[in-house]
């Protein structure tokens, strides 16, 4: 069973910027795919941004395009968010996610794509 691990959330000013973090266990984190969801109160968790095993393809929401990236250390075991420009919208609860995959150019968006999932950070950006 892969555990992840975030970190990196806090308190931001609109404007301003964070990175996310998320630690995996295990020995198999090359071997999976990685995607960043979150989620508010009320609403359903929402794909954000999605990274393939071998790092070279990334995808994300049209509504962080151009503001966040992603990005993965395999010899870290982790994979990262950089949110930039960030808006009273982003405030959420940030939740990273695995999916073991032998295709090494395949992202994956939907929350029933993912095998595994961390406990969530939370991200709260001020007006």
């Known amino acids: 069973q892969a555990q992840l691990v975030e970190s990196g959330g806090g308190l931001v000013q609109a404007g301003g910027s964070l990175r996310l973090s998320c630690a995996a266990s295990?020995?198999?984190?090359?071997?999976?795919?990685l995607g960043w969801f979150r989620q508010t109160p009320g609403k359903e968790r929402e794909f954000i941004a999605a990274?393939?095993?071998?790092?070279?393809?990334?995808d994300f929401v049209d509504s962080v395009k151009g503001r966040f990236t992603i990005s993965r250390d395999n010899a870290k075991n982790t994979v990262y968010l950089q949110m930039n420009s960030l808006k009273p919208e982003d405030t959420a609860v940030y939740y990273c996610?695995?999916?073991?995959?032998?295709?090494?150019?395949?992202?994956?968006?939907?929350?029933?794509?993912?095998?595994?999932w961390g406990q969530g950070t939370q991200v709260t950006v001020s007006s």
């Open positions: 990274i393939s095993k071998s790092g070279g393809i990334a």
């Open positions: 996610a695995a999916r073991t995959t032998y295709s090494g150019i395949t992202i994956y968006r939907g929350i029933r794509d993912y095998d595994y």
């Open positions: 295990g020995h198999t984190f090359s071997s999976y795919a």
